[in-house]
């Protein structure tokens, strides 16, 4: 068969692993014929490919970024794209693609699995926010990098006796800022499921400071919101998903909290730091068994269908079904195990 590639949305730790995966197990073992597309779906608008081979891909397996570069294109918000698309997948015989992205990558997967085309997703999102699967690779870097960097500003917090705001990615769900909270101690953790409500974060804060010289990390996730009335937000810049560019909420809450409590107050943003660089070995793991997943169910003829972790197993769920609705973070997760630490 000829089997495309292509890699859309953000980047993510763990994508050169699945197409180092995808690309043995199709070459050596079905005797695929291995394309990739450049950018995302914007190589497959401009038929722009790059042939992919076991040679190739040799030593990329611990680099991050991806190969095959990746871009936020979407088709359906470009007049004649999807019609460009058809032309360029039937152009260079494909036979299927294996799509690797996130929510808005796939949400494009499955619209062109409906137009006939054979298609497997393969989740990925620092964010870990794609239902249907426990978890998504790139995520447990992400947390790891926070968590290290979290350890670091204890250190410098605790010297000055400051609160240091620490602001992590997560557009929709606080699944970094919850897991880099708990695993680096944090004493406030924000995310966008819950609009936070300024007082209570200052008292919390005045209440843990008031039983002696504690330094106070409050980890934010870009997402956050405050509650309707309480503090005021910018509009920003909107890409072709409609995603808003967000960061910076961790400047507006550090200075509230250094007003509101006296407390002297910095802010650290972790931004892409937390995108780039090498894997951790779990990511690595589960990149690999997904992308030797999604090449199987490519020559199963398991179309329109995504590779997902479900109970330590690798299984296949509906495309519709794992882009109808975000993954957020539990309740109980926050509530129950984070905010024990907390004031
Ligand atoms: O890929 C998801 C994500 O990492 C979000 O957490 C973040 O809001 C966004 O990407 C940033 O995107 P960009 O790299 O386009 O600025």
């Given at each position: 068969m000829r089997v495309g590639l292509l890699t859309g949305?953000?980047?993510?730790?763990?994508?050169?692993?699945?197409?180092?995966?995808?690309?043995?197990?199709?070459?050596?073992?079905?005797?695929?014929?291995?394309?990739?597309?450049?950018?995302?779906?914007?190589?497959?608008?401009?038929?722009?490919?790059?042939?992919?081979?076991?040679?190739?891909?040799?030593?990329?397996?611990?680099?991050?970024?991806?190969?095959?570069?990746?871009?936020?294109?979407?088709?359906?918000?470009?007049?004649?794209?999807?019609?460009?698309?058809?032309?360029?997948?039937?152009?260079?015989?494909?036979?299927?693609?294996?799509?690797?992205?996130?929510?808005?990558?796939?949400?494009?997967?499955?619209?062109?699995?409906?137009?006939?085309?054979?298609?497997?997703?393969?989740?990925?999102?620092?964010?870990?926010?794609?239902?249907?699967?426990?978890?998504?690779?790139?995520?447990?870097?992400?947390?790891?990098?926070?968590?290290?960097?979290?350890?670091?500003?204890?250190?410098?917090?605790?010297?000055?006796?400051?609160v240091i705001v620490c602001e992590v990615m997560g557009r929709h769900a606080g699944w970094i800022a919850t897991y880099a909270g708990i695993a680096g101690g944090a004493a406030e953790i924000l995310v966008p499921e819950e609009p936070f409500d300024i007082d209570v974060v200052c008292e919390n804060l005045k209440a843990r400071h008031a039983k002696g010289r504690f330094a106070s990390i409050v980890v934010v996730a870009e997402g956050a919101v405050p509650k309707e009335g309480t503090m005021t937000l910018q509009s920003r810049e909107v890409d072709q998903f409609g995603h808003v560019r967000l960061g910076g909420i961790a400047n507006l809450l550090a200075s509230e909290i250094e007003e509101r409590t006296g407390f002297e107050t910095r802010v650290t943003i972790l931004g892409h730091i937390q995108r780039g660089g090498t894997p951790t070995a779990f990511d690595r793991v589960l990149a690999t068994r997904f992308g030797i997943a999604a090449i199987e169910a490519v020559h199963d003829e398991a179309f329109d269908h995504m590779v997902a972790l479900r109970a330590d197993q690798i299984v296949r769920v509906p495309l519709g079904e794992a882009v109808t609705e975000l993954k957020t973070v539990d309740p109980e997760l926050l509530h129950d195990v984070a905010a024990a630490f907390w004031g």
């Open positions: 949305g953000g980047d993510c730790p763990g994508l050169n692993a699945v197409i180092r995966a995808v690309v043995r197990k199709g070459e050596t073992f079905y005797s695929d014929e291995l394309v990739g597309f450049l950018d995302g779906w914007r190589g497959v608008i401009d038929n722009r490919t790059i042939p992919l081979n076991v040679e190739r891909c040799r030593g990329i397996l611990p680099r991050g970024g991806t190969i095959l570069f990746t871009s936020r294109t979407n088709p359906y918000k470009i007049d004649g794209a999807v019609e460009r698309v058809l032309a360029t997948l039937q152009e260079q015989r494909i036979d299927a693609l294996i799509a690797i992205g996130g929510e808005d990558t796939l949400g494009v997967a499955h619209r062109l699995a409906g137009e006939g085309v054979s298609v497997v997703g393969v989740p990925k999102t620092i964010d870990n926010d794609l239902s249907c699967t426990e978890v998504t690779f790139g995520f447990h870097t992400a947390v790891q990098i926070a968590t290290e960097a979290i350890d670091r500003l204890h250190t410098t917090a605790e010297s000055h006796d400051r």
